[in-house]
């Protein structure tokens, strides 16, 4: 079994300062064989402290150089295999901005995820303000993830699917998938017919209160029952402990579900490895 985290940032981006070499001891500590760095690239992303005008741009000179140098120093590769791509804050606004960005380096993996709905943020509470049920708000999100799998296609996995539920108290009921079964079917039927997949994302394992992993079982099975079949697993990791989080969990929950291969790339190009 083959031990793969695709979805990790370091100090490249705006919300992490943990250094590439310490993420590379820890990946290595923990037994994994593949890591991927995803840093971030959002432009045009608020920030919501004082004295910066946006958070997640990405420095992507220094980023490509110093993918460079990871590549072609063998004392790392012989030790872990490390790639680097890229996660996506994908809206509609910057698909031409993203498009650019993919083709500026051979990146080996990119995440596209939605950070944002209709321009709103569901990490802050204004988002959730807007909507009389969250149920709403969810479909909003799920409803732009929609269009952008529609619109936009230079990716491999769509991340973090149900993240904005990480910031809302919603019940079971109002998760529950048969509130927002066309849309995810809708999404689900694209992603299949252009060969992309999905991750199983630990970062909200981590966080107290919501303690799962995005998406849920539940959207899970039912990526499986549309035919999904292109799976990764995703630490999310911004500091370097937090690298391989959940690992065992996740690959557990996906052999329960019946998924038996995970997926890495190299080159944006898939390779499947049994559970
Ligand atoms: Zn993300
Ligand atoms: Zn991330």
């Given amino acids: ?14 919300d992490s300062q943990a250094k590439i070499s310490d993420i590379i001891d820890s990946a290595v500590s923990k037994g994994l064989d593949i890591i991927c760095l995803t840093d971030h ?4 992303f608020p920030c919501y402290q004082e004295g910066e005008d946006t958070i997640f741009d990405l420095d992507t000179k220094s980023y490509n150089e110093a993918a460079i140098k990871i590549r ?23 698909y031409d901005m993203c498009k650019d960005i993919v083709k500026e380096y051979p990146y080996d993996f990119i995440i596209l995820s939605s950070h944002t709905a209709d321009g ?10 807007e909507f009389d049920n969250p149920v709403d708000g969810v479909k909003l999100y799920y409803n732009e993830i929609l269009k952008n ?19 809302t108290t919603t019940t079971e009921e109002e998760r529950s998938i048969k509130n927002y079964k066309d849309i995810l079917e809708a999404i689900f039927k694209i992603l299949v017919a252009d060969g992309k997949g999905i991750e199983i994302n630990s970062g909200g394992l981590r966080r107290k209160g919501y303690n799962m992993f995005n998406p849920s079982e539940e959207i899970l099975k ?28 996740a690959y557990d929950i996906l052999k329960g579900i019946g998924f038996e291969y ?12 049994k559970i």
Avoid at 41 to 44: A, E, G, H, T
Avoid at 86 to 94: D, F
Avoid at 120 to 129: G, K, M, Q, R, V
Avoid at 225 to 249: N, R, W
């Fill in 262 to 273: 995970i997926a890495d790339y190299k080159e944006r190009k898939i390779n499947f490895t």
């Fill in 41 to 44: 690239y959002d432009p045009l």
């Fill in 72 to 94: 072609n120093d063998d004392s790392i590769q012989s030790r872990i295999k490390v790639r680097v791509g890229m996660e996506l804050g994908i809206y509609p606004k910057i």
């Fill in 1 to 14: 079994m083959i031990k793969s985290d695709q979805h990790m940032h370091s100090s490249f981006s705006g």
């Fill in 120 to 129: 709103l943020d569901p990490y802050l509470h204004t988002y959730w303000e």
């Fill in 149 to 167: 799998v529609s619109e936009f296609k230079d990716f491999d996995v769509y991340g973090h699917l149900d993240y904005c539920l990480r910031y």
């Fill in 222 to 249: 039912f990526y499986k029952e549309c035919g999904g079949e292109i799976i990764t697993f995703g630490s999310d990791a911004h500091k370097p402990e937090d690298v391989a989080y959940g690992i065992k969990e």
